[in-house]
């Protein structure tokens, strides 16, 4: 399947091809979607986990921003098993962390998949980002550590091969992380916010989303807080409307499309000028008041 970009500067035309993949020794098959641009000799990828209950099938607009914008885009379907409180359960989070550490250990495989992708696609180049549950898992592989209060162990799972971690509303303290769980993630990132990105039932405000940043160590890490963004950002995922999403809005997904652009350009690409935007928190200027963006 093929589709047109309309915006100055973008590639021609991005294709989509969806394919099934299979890990063999959890004897488990994880569906995935390949967006990448067409007419552009060589892109960085970069991985997606959707948030809980999401799959492959949806952000097909972030995902074609991005490819318009000279990137290959792979879309990971978890298959999360809901439970009865309609909650993430451990196997769920097993799940997700298993599938993504399978996929870049196999990256060179599955985009050999589609016919002209291997010469294309920099394996060299990768990064991940992630949505809710999604930057949950999504941080553990970027240096993050889960602290198992029966046991007092703590569990890593950092891979080296990623180079950026975008984090679309992800988790703070509680929920397996605690105050020291962020002390080694030592990569770039980005975390962005909503102001009305509330836990469920109001139990934590919008500020617990941006704990992992403020934990991190300094270098190369930026919080982009986004005013009156639900948690659906707008309806970032494609789905029109769901509990706790909030309302469509455009403007709230352009924010995440044009910030997230922005990182991948710097950190994937070495775009000086990409850089220099987030360091001087240009677009903030841009958008009148909008968004702050915080670096350190």
Same mark, same amino acid.
């Given at each position: 399947?093929?589709?047109?970009?309309?915006?100055?500067?973008?590639?021609?035309?991005?294709?989509?091809?969806?394919?099934?993949?299979?890990?063999?020794?959890?004897?488990?098959?994880?569906?995935?979607?390949?967006?990448?641009?067409?007419?552009?000799?060589?892109?960085?990828?970069?991985?997606?986990?959707?948030?809980?209950?999401?799959?492959?099938?949806?952000?097909?607009?972030?995902?074609?921003?991005?490819?318009c914008h000279?990137?290959?885009?792979?879309?990971?379907d978890h298959?999360?098993?809901?439970?009865?409180?309609?909650?993430?359960?451990?196997?769920?989070?097993?799940?997700?962390?298993?599938?993504?550490?399978?996929?870049?250990?196999?990256?060179?495989?599955?985009?050999?998949?589609?016919?002209?992708? @291997?010469?294309?696609?920099? =394996? #060299?180049?990768?990064?991940?980002?992630?949505?809710?549950? /999604?930057? +949950? %898992?999504?941080?553990?592989?970027?240096?993050?550590?889960?602290?198992?209060?029966?046991?007092?162990?703590?569990?890593?799972?950092?891979?080296?091969?990623?180079?950026?971690?975008?984090?679309?509303?992800?988790?703070?303290?509680?929920?397996?992380?605690?105050?020291?769980?962020?002390?080694?993630?030592?990569?770039?990132?980005?975390?962005?916010?909503?102001?009305?990105?509330?836990?469920?039932?109001?139990?934590?405000?919008?500020?617990?989303?941006?704990?992992?940043?403020?934990?991190?160590?300094?270098?190369?890490?930026?919080?982009?807080?986004?005013?009156?963004?639900?948690?659906?950002?707008g309806g970032?995922?494609?789905?029109?409307?769901?509990?706790?999403?909030?309302?469509?809005?455009?403007?709230?997904? @352009?924010?995440?499309?044009? =910030? #997230?652009?922005?990182?991948?350009?710097?950190?994937?690409? /070495?775009? +000086? %000028?990409?850089?220099?935007?987030?360091?001087?928190?240009?677009?903030?200027?841009?958008?009148?008041?909008?968004?702050?963006?915080?670096?350190?």
């Amino acid at each position: 399947m093929n589709s047109r970009c309309s915006n100055k500067g973008e590639s021609a035309a991005v294709a989509v091809h969806d394919i099934a993949v299979f890990d063999e020794a959890r004897k488990r098959e994880i569906p995935l979607r390949l967006t990448f641009p067409e007419g552009v000799e060589r892109f960085p990828l970069i991985i997606w986990s959707p948030g809980y209950g999401f799959n492959e099938t949806h952000y097909g607009g972030l995902m074609s921003y991005w490819a318009c914008h000279g990137y290959g885009c792979m879309t990971v379907d978890h298959e999360d098993i809901r439970s009865s409180k309609d909650l993430p359960t451990e196997v769920n989070r097993k799940t997700r962390l298993g599938d993504l550490l399978w996929i870049i250990d196999s990256i060179q495989k599955i985009i050999g998949r589609v016919g002209g992708l @291997s010469d294309r696609a920099d =394996v #060299s180049s990768v990064g991940i980002g992630g949505h809710s549950l /999604g930057a +949950h %898992t999504i941080q553990l592989i970027g240096g993050a550590t889960m602290f198992d209060e029966v046991s007092g162990a703590r569990l890593s799972c950092s891979r080296s091969e990623p180079r950026a971690f975008f984090m679309l509303a992800p988790q703070g303290t509680g929920l397996y992380f605690d105050e020291d769980s962020w002390k080694d993630f030592h990569r770039p990132a980005m975390v962005c916010a909503g102001t009305q990105d509330v836990w469920r039932n109001g139990s934590r405000d919008y500020t617990w989303r941006t704990e992992p940043f403020y934990r991190m160590p300094v270098g190369d890490k930026y919080l982009v807080i986004i005013k009156d963004a639900f948690h659906g950002y707008g309806g970032i995922s494609g789905v029109a409307r769901w509990r706790a999403g909030g309302p469509i809005n455009e403007r709230h997904q @352009s924010i995440v499309r044009s =910030v #997230s652009l922005l990182f991948w350009d710097a950190y994937l690409k /070495g775009d +000086h %000028t990409a850089m220099e935007s987030l360091i001087s928190a240009n677009l903030a200027d841009d958008c009148q008041g909008e968004v702050e963006i915080v670096g350190k």
